[in-house]
């Protein structure tokens, strides 16, 4: 319902660059232990905004590594990570920590909101730290997904999916330049997931927010522009505007590689 149509034709290679250039890796590798094998081999990817992208493939492919390292979460081994256009391997600690809660936005699997505050109170967090409370924007938040009348309610009062409801409007609350999501319907039923995913495309579609998506369901990757596929570390295959039948498919094949 909020699939954008249209071309986005060369999205990971050569979307628009500068000041439209969310995120970018050039050269991106991690390996954990000296001489042992890369969780991630030499990646290049360039994400526009405006984008949604899904990274699957089999456990231990190198999907956590991924987002981790372009989080600013993890240093690469080698490469270059730019968030807006900010090189975040040039940034000292309390930059990076910085830059972590202004411009990228988190949602877990487990959504990670504080028991003990209000609603309103874990979406306005991330502007609380930095030191910039804006109630007006806490509130449009939480009209946003939905919520606009639960903000005095305590975490444990809503459901499931409307705590991942929270946590996507927290996560949006700086307006960041990406917000990267772990599986963020693993822990939902298809009805409720389904809700999930249609606030993450709303996100990008009406607000421009570009959006990296790790997840293992191919109903939830069919939500995305495109989705990349890792095997050992290395991309297996990319699918624009991919389908749930088309992305079992090929996650049937990397799993049967890998077996
Ligand atoms: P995925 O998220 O796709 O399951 P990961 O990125 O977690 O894959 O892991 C990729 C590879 O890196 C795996 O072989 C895993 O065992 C290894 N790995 C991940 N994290 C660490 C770590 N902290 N120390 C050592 N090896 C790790």
């Not at 628009?16 to 590798?29: I, K």
């Not at 690469?76 to 830059?99: F, M, N």
Request: aromatic share 4%; proline share 6%.
């Amino acid at each position: 319902m909020f699939r954008r149509q249209g071309s986005v034709a060369g999205t990971l290679e050569s979307g628009p660059s500068g000041a439209t250039e969310a995120l970018s890796l050039e050269g991106v590798t991690r390996t954990y232990r000296r001489g042992g094998p890369a969780a991630l081999a030499p990646l290049r990817l360039t994400l526009p905004r405006g984008r949604f992208l899904a990274v699957m493939g089999p456990s231990g492919s190198g999907k956590s590594t991924l987002l981790q390292c372009a989080a600013g979460l993890d240093r690469p081994s080698a490469g270059t990570v730019r968030i807006g256009g900010v090189d975040i391997g040039s940034l000292k600690e309390a930059a990076l920590t910085r830059l972590r809660r202004e411009r990228v936005g988190f949602v877990f699997q487990a959504h990670n909101l504080v028991p003990s505050l209000s609603v309103a109170e874990n979406v306005a967090l991330p502007l609380l730290l930095g030191g910039e409370p804006d109630d007006d924007r806490v509130a449009l938040g939480l009209a946003e997904v939905g919520l606009g009348d639960r903000g005095n309610d305590r975490p444990a009062e809503l459901s499931g999916g409307q705590q991942q409801r929270v946590a996507i409007a927290r996560a949006l609350v700086t307006r960041p330049e990406v917000v990267f999501a772990d599986e963020p319907t693993g822990a939902l039923d298809p009805v409720t997931a389904h809700g999930v995913l249609a606030l993450l495309r709303q996100a990008v579609d009406q607000d421009g927010h570009t959006v990296v998506m790790v997840t293992h369901d191919p109903a939830a990757a069919a939500w995305a522009d495109e989705a990349l596929f890792l095997a050992d570390g290395h991309v297996a295959n990319r699918l624009l505007q991919p389908d749930s039948e088309q992305v079992h498919g090929i996650m049937r094949n990397l799993k049967g590689a890998s077996a």
